[in-house]
T-cell receptor
């Protein structure tokens, strides 16, 4: 069965600092991986996705993520965080033959001046 | 291009009542999925509709039911509401998944926040 673990419930970073949000997945076959962002009171916005090919994926808003099969990880990174990046971030995994996603419990990002 | 819309934005019900939530899919999308997001949790898959039929279901009881209409819009119905049904209900639309393929990218609406008292 698929599952996603986001080990960090809450992360605080200073504006301008780099960011890495961790995501580990469990899935027997090649996973389809997603990162979504949710601002307070909002729905989910897709940041980036990995289906196959290059393991370093570029997304919107300056985010990138790297798929590491050996570590079952898909960590999200940003070189310089802006105050408007404060939000909840969700990692999700999908599977072949099904159109639904399994989400992690999310990481809340706080950005301090 | 119109994104995914949901109505109402907020709703308060009492235990035992029934509720209907509505979703209009993004233009061109024929598949709608519903998720429940409890406070402090990630979204959990309820079910998906494609061609007006249920096309996959998560671990939710039968009192959670849905419909999809010819224009691809969808409804989520919950009967006999329980306190634990209080959550943000998210609708996501996508294109249909091809046979043997991975999931299509899902585009989410802003959600309906349901409070059951």
């Amino acid at each position: 069965a698929q599952s996603v673990t986001q080990p960090d419930i809450h992360i605080t970073v200073s504006e301008g600092a780099s960011l890495e949000l961790r995501c580990n997945y469990s899935y027997g076959a090649t996973p389809y991986l997603f990162w979504y962002v949710q601002s307070p009171g909002q729905g989910l916005q897709l940041l980036l996705k990995y289906f196959s090919g290059d393991t370093l994926v570029q997304g919107i808003k300056g985010f990138e993520a790297e798929f590491k099969r050996s570590q079952s990880s898909f960590n999200l990174r940003k070189p310089s965080v802006h105050w408007c990046d404060a939000a909840e971030y969700f990692c999700a995994v999908g599977q072949t033959g099904a159109n639904n996603l399994f989400f992690g419990t999310g990481t809340r990002l706080t950005v301090i001046p | 291009e119109t994104g995914v819309t949901q109505s109402p934005t907020h709703l308060i019900k009492t235990r035992g009542q029934q509720v209907t939530l509505r979703c209009s899919s993004q233009s061109g999308h024929n598949t709608v999925s519903w998720y429940q997001q409890a406070l402090g949790q990630g979204p959990q898959f309820i079910f998906q509709y494609y061609r007006e039929e249920e096309n996959g279901r998560g671990n939710f009881p039968p009192r959670f039911s849905g419909l999809q209409f010819p224009n691809y819009s969808s409804e989520l119905n919950v009967n006999a509401l329980e306190l634990d049904d209080s959550a943000l209900y998210l609708c996501a639309s996508s294109l249909e998944q091809g046979a043997g393929m991975g999931p299509k990218t899902q585009y989410f609406g802003p959600g309906t926040r349901l409070l059951v008292l």
